[in-house]
């Protein structure tokens, strides 16, 4: 896949994460009508069908990282596009390891630019930076075993 079909289901994948989280309904065939209206190939729908899966099954985590990082903000108050980019950078920051970090970073800051406020990209980089830090962190503490 290259970079503008992944940048492209990565836009398609944070506007339905959006609509989930303004439409508080299942959405579940919404990635069927965007695979049919969107010129999309089998590897975007399955990296949109990963996305939307993971951030539902790891929600929990991610809504605790961006707590731990949104300084002075609580989730239910923050702008909902930000929101929805966020949990799709924290998801891939952490579950995808197929995407590099620093990429994943760039393109959420760059949705935050199109899509939401002219600060929302500085925050969003904030905040994605920091999940970045920590996945080093605990990168470091897996213990080495040592030989007897």
Not at 111 to 126: E, H, L, V
Request: proline share 3%; glycine share 8%.
């Amino acid at each position: 896949m290259d970079r503008k079909t992944r940048q492209g289901s990565r836009i398609c994948a944070m506007q339905i994460l959006y609509s989930r989280e303004t439409g508080g309904e299942d959405l579940s065939g919404t990635q069927d009508i965007a695979m049919e209206v969107l010129p999309l190939e089998e590897a975007d729908g399955e990296y949109m069908d990963s996305v939307l899966k993971g951030v539902a099954e790891h929600l929990e985590e991610i809504d605790a990282a961006i707590s731990r990082y949104a300084v002075g903000w609580k989730i239910d108050r923050l702008p909902k596009v930000d929101l929805s980019i966020l949990r799709l950078g924290i998801f891939e920051i952490f579950w995808r390891d197929d995407i590099p970090d620093k990429a994943t970073i760039n393109e959420c800051v760059e949705m935050a630019k199109s899509y939401s406020t002219p600060d929302s990209g500085s925050y969003i980089n904030g905040i994605l930076s920091s999940c970045l830090k920590e996945k080093g962190a605990a990168a470091e503490e897996v213990p080495v075993s040592e030989e007897e």
